[in-house]
């Protein structure tokens, strides 16, 4: 049985990104300023709705973006460009959005009833969306993710806590750097903050997956 070392899995996930940096900020530019953008122009009543769902799109967009990018290097080149990607992406983002909501809706629910159950939904789903992306089974993507992490539970759940504790150091520092500024430079900090941090929780995502899926 694979064993998860979190450690190794964070660390794999910074030696892709940084071997392939640009095309992974390229798209996260490209996709979240999209998101930034909606944001900015749907910022009042009902509008709101369109700008989540749009950051919704934008963020899912990407996590699969990432799931292509990671499987394409395993041999230790990248030879998709980032429009190939993209590409890549379209004909599973229906299956990879439906996915993403029914998960979001379980898990807000596990977590407002008690923290256990969504803390324990969180893990045991960590890898749907790599599921979603290379093995194209729909709402079967929550089995298979459960089966994948069957055994590794503590080490996946090590691997989220690590990748969220990143995320909050990067919140805060880029929440006082912002604060420094007025309402133009705190929307600049967030926007590059979000592009910094998105490769990454992406990429543990799917370095975790091939992980758990065949050791590698």
Known sequence: MTTIDPG????????????????????????????????????????????????????????????????????????????????????????????SIVAGIALTIGFVLLIVPGLFLMTIWAVVAPVVVLEQRGFGSFGRSQELVK?????????????????IVVGIVAGAIGAAGGDVLRAVVSFVATVAVAPLAALTVSVLYFQLRDGG
């Open 8 to 99: 190794a899995i964070v660390g794999r996930a910074f030696r892709i990104y940084q071997e392939h940096a640009a095309p992974l900020i390229a798209a996260a530019l490209i996709v979240f300023l999209i998101d930034a953008v909606a944001a900015f122009l749907f910022d009042s009543g009902a509008l709101v709705i369109v700008a989540s769902l749009i950051g919704l799109i934008a963020h899912t967009f990407y996590q699969g973006v990432v799931v292509r990018l990671v499987d394409d290097v395993r041999d230790g080149t990248l030879d998709s460009s980032v429009g190939g990607l993209f590409s890549s992406v379209v004909p599973v983002l229906g299956s990879l959005l439906l996915v």
């Open 151 to 167: 055994g590794n539970g503590w080490g996946v759940f090590a691997v989220i806590v690590i990748v969220f504790l990143l995320t």
